[in-house]
């Protein structure tokens, strides 16, 4: 009598070859991978190019006097999901910005004494009348949202460097 179970004389598989993977497996395999990538990635740039061809509204954000020096006013801008801060500046200027952190999308809040805007998260900072990064990792500075100043009204007309 044979030593060797039924079943594995039933279905003689050889166990060590059954692991093995052929070069053209393991090709398909990295084909498909890196199509996926790829795909995947151009989802993006499509989104993205798409984003930049939309047209941007022009909202009423304030009225001037409402906004006084070293003042912030929250609002939403290009769409619901956007917050963004209106600044006047000590010299009376206004800016304005998306208010999400370009490191990880962390909330940015304006320190009127320092002159700049602060994420709480990773201690990032930013310069409050240029946008550009004054220390802390975040890699570019803030998109700027472009304003317009018409009969005593603040309106964002459009984004920069987003």
């Known amino acids: 009598m044979s030593d060797i179970p039924k079943w594995k004389e039933d279905f003689p598989i050889e166990w060590d070859a059954d692991n093995y993977v052929t070069r053209r497996e393991f090709t398909k395999f990295l084909v498909m991978i890196s199509g996926a990538t790829v795909a995947g990635n151009g989802f993006f740039v499509l989104q993205r190019l798409r984003k930049q061809r939309e047209p941007y509204s022009k909202v009423r954000i304030a009225a001037v006097a409402d906004v006084g020096a070293g003042g912030v006013q929250l609002f939403r801008y290009p769409t619901e999901n956007d917050p963004a801060l209106l600044i006047r500046l000590s010299d009376g200027r206004f800016v304005a ?7 990880l999308s962390c909330p940015v809040q304006f320190v009127a004494g320092q002159n700049r805007l602060e994420c709480p998260c990773h201690n990032g900072a930013f310069d409050a009348a240029t946008g550009e990064v004054l220390e802390g990792p975040p890699p570019r500075g803030l998109p700027r949202i ?12 459009g984004v920069q460097g987003s």
């Open 97 to 103: 910005y998306t208010q999400r952190c370009t490191h």
């Open 146 to 157: 472009t304003l317009a100043v018409e009969d005593g009204s603040i309106f964002a007309t």
